[in-house]
């Protein structure tokens, strides 16, 4: 009994000493979360620069160099992923496509996390009338499928890309809605929540100070998922015709018409393909990280030393 | 009692519940929580109520401090008036005036009344921020006296540590501290010390009694515990079956019960003189609160009850100025106090 509370006040005092890492040490710690940064960094990069740096050769055509082979230094390094159907090169395709994916899907889940959050926490928090009015609402909108949501809309306004970020933001809504919804239906019985009523604070500021902190968490895992569903819609719709238009790029669009050549060039989809996995999984990887470091019960295991096991228990005895 | 600063008049006292009912609708069921309790604390007192799980305290105490979710929860009748003010007809703006500024409540269970992903530090400062109190640092300041005050070694220090880094007894120190940070008249301690261990009772029962002489505050005591209760408490109301049965100055009550059930309570507890001491715990257990018997409700369990109990409740019985008790044939007073 006393060892044992020995040992955790050891370990509580570890923890506290070693809560003062800043947090770029704490991500030099963990090999994956730092991968996935620096690739989440590049990426940006790309966005930022890429289209300015790279935009002349993404669209200049090459005819006689169509379907050209990854892993040849032929053409310069802007052909070491090959070069697609007319001869333009992937690697500067890949960049420059990198500005209008990321850019629609990053708004998309922001704007869903953003409403949907504060929906889904309004109607679990309010329950009653409002709250039925938001999830039928929500039934409804989950009822359509959502491809066909998109297409109906994206047909009848143009195909902008603001309309487009809209459409996929409102279609993947109900996810939020309801997990938020959900989250709160169950924090909100918590006795915290109750202890800050009884200290005078309104509604309002629990559901905003006490309440969204635990939520969101729990939509922020929610959004990295996304985050590759809603890039893969934006494909889709892309392929359809409505979504971007060319000779603007998507890294969606990229994988939707190299199909067409995948017999002969696989390279044409493989590498658009993989560019949306990586970033989603870097996304995946780098939220549940995020996770970890911002929860203060969760901390230590990023705070702990490597070399020695994980339990607490161990590394305070 | 403590010197508290008394102003007012006996005969108000700071807080009043008067026949207070309050119900719980759960599909076909109604379950009579509270079917009409009353008590007064005066200012600067400790009131105890004192009753089994389930006979209503934590209902009482939510009510006072307008917790009960509505639905399911309903207060079908009754009033609560703390300092001349009527609790369940104020304002939410109102009440949001008086609830942690002049009164302050702590729960039993101090781990999952902190916010787990918040400092502690800054959940004491959420005290004053939520009243609008002071700047950040002025805040940050009088968090950490607060710290101090309760009892948390190296509170500077402590300031940004989270709940989950804290002991039992600690967390209820915080609590107590968050409770207290706006000098509140009255303060609601829901069974404060049931989820600690028996040592770290006796120090925050310690910690709330030097607190309340400090800030002259009143304090309602919602217990289970005999012990702490007879420790601590100036009056006591005892409940059963949502009514207050019994209810006068600590002392009195519990060395001289009137009530059957009081007497019932005292005798299941052990008293250590003998190895050989059986418990005596009280037969039955209590009654469904959906299904009340008729008559009074501890009747079934009553080694006294006649047939008049089965028929009809009994009335409030005044013993002398500061006695009342709710029996049709209340147990004889062993030195007549009181009457």
Redesign the interface.
């Known amino acids: 009994m006393s060892r044992a509370s020995s040992s955790a006040a050891a370990s509580?005092e570890d923890?506290?000493l070693r809560?003062r890492l800043p947090l770029w040490r704490l991500l030099l710690r963990d090999r994956f979360a730092l991968a996935a940064s620096l690739w989440l960094l590049l990426l940006v990069l790309c966005l930022a620069f890429g289209p300015e740096l790279l935009g002349k050769a993404a669209t200049a055509l090459d005819l006689r160099g169509r379907n050209g082979p990854p892993g040849s230094l032929e053409k310069g390094w802007l052909g070491v992923l090959g070069t697609d159907a007319l001869g333009r090169s992937m690697l500067a395709r890949l960049v420059v496509a990198s500005r209008n994916t990321l850019l629609v899907a990053a708004s998309a889940v922001a704007i869903s996390l953003l409403v949907g959050g504060a929906l889904g926490m309004l109607a679990g928090y309010a329950g009653g009338r409002l709250s039925n009015l938001i999830m039928r609402t929500v039934d409804v909108l989950q009822s359509f499928p959502s491809l066909l949501t998109a297409v109906v809309v994206l047909y009848v306004l143009e195909p902008r890309v603001a309309n487009l970020v809209l459409v996929l933001a409102v279609t993947r809504l109900p996810v939020y809605v309801r997990v938020a919804r959900a989250e709160v239906l169950e924090i909100r019985e918590?006795?915290?929540v109750?202890?800050?009523?009884?200290?005078?604070?309104?509604r309002g500021?629990v559901l905003r100070?006490?309440i969204a902190?635990?939520v969101l968490p729990t939509l922020l895992t929610i959004l990295t998922v996304e985050f590759a569903v809603v890039m893969l819609a934006e494909s889709s719709l892309s392929f359809l015709g409505i979504g971007i238009q060319p000779p603007e790029i998507t890294w969606g669009l990229m994988v939707a018409q190299g199909r067409n050549h995948l017999s002969v060039a696989w390279w044409l989809a493989f590498f658009p393909g993989l560019a949306i996995m990586l970033a989603a999984m870097s996304a995946n990887v780098l939220s549940s990280w995020l996770r970890t470091v911002?929860?203060?019960?969760q901390r230590w295991r990023l705070e702990a030393p490597r070399a020695q096991s994980p339990e607490p228990q161990v590394s305070g005895t | 009692m403590s010197a508290a600063a008394v102003t007012e008049v006996d005969d108000v006292p700071l807080l009043e519940v008067r026949d207070l009912r309050v119900e719980f609708h759960s599909g076909l069921e109604v379950v009579h929580a509270v079917n009409g309790a009353s008590f007064r604390v005066n200012a600067g007192e400790t009131a105890a109520v004192l009753g089994e799980s389930g006979c209503g305290k934590s209902v009482t105490a939510?009510s006072i401090?307008?917790?009960l979710p509505q639905p399911p929860a309903r207060i079908a009748g009754g009033s609560i008036h703390f300092a001349g003010d009527d609790v369940l007809a104020l304002s939410?703006r109102a009440?949001?005036?008086?609830?942690?500024?002049r009164i302050?409540?702590v729960?039993q269970?101090a781990l999952?009344?902190?916010?787990?992903?918040?400092?502690v530090g800054w959940q004491i400062a959420?005290?004053f921020r939520?009243?609008g109190e002071g700047s950040a640092a002025e805040r940050r300041a009088r968090s950490i006296e607060l710290l101090e005050r309760v009892g948390i070694p190296g509170a500077a220090?402590r300031f940004?540590?989270?709940p989950?880094?804290f002991s039992g007894g600690m967390r209820q120190r915080v609590?107590i501290a968050?409770?207290v940070a706006l000098g509140p008249r009255l303060l609601i301690a829901d069974e404060p010390t049931t989820a600690l261990d028996v040592t770290i009772q006796a120090q925050i029962m310690d910690l709330l009694a030097s607190l309340r002489a400090e800030y002259g505050m009143a304090m309602v005591l919602i217990s289970h515990d005999l012990g702490v209760v007879y420790e601590v408490a100036d009056t006591v109301a005892v409940m059963y079956a949502g009514r207050v049965v019994e209810s006068g100055p600590c002392a009195q009550v519990l060395r001289d019960p009137a009530h059957p059930y009081t007497l019932a309570l005292l005798r299941s507890v052990p008293t250590g003189k003998s190895k050989a001491e059986k418990l005596r715990p009280i037969v039955g257990s209590p009654p469904d609160m959906a299904r009340l018997p008729a008559g009074c409700a501890f009747h079934p369990r009553c080694e006294f009850a006649r047939e008049e109990c089965r028929r009809s409740a009994p009335p409030r019985r005044a013993l002398g100025v500061t006695r009342a008790v709710e029996c049709h044939f209340p147990l004889e007073l062993a030195n007549g106090a009181g009457v």
């Open positions: 509580a923890v506290q809560r918590r006795l915290f109750q202890a800050s009523l009884a200290l005078g604070a309104g500021h100070r006490h902190p635990v911002s929860d203060p019960a | 939510a401090m307008r917790l939410r009440w949001r005036q008086v609830a942690g500024r302050g409540m729960f269970d999952s009344s902190l916010n787990p992903v918040f400092s959420e005290t939520v009243h220090d940004g540590d989270y989950h880094q609590m968050m409770a």
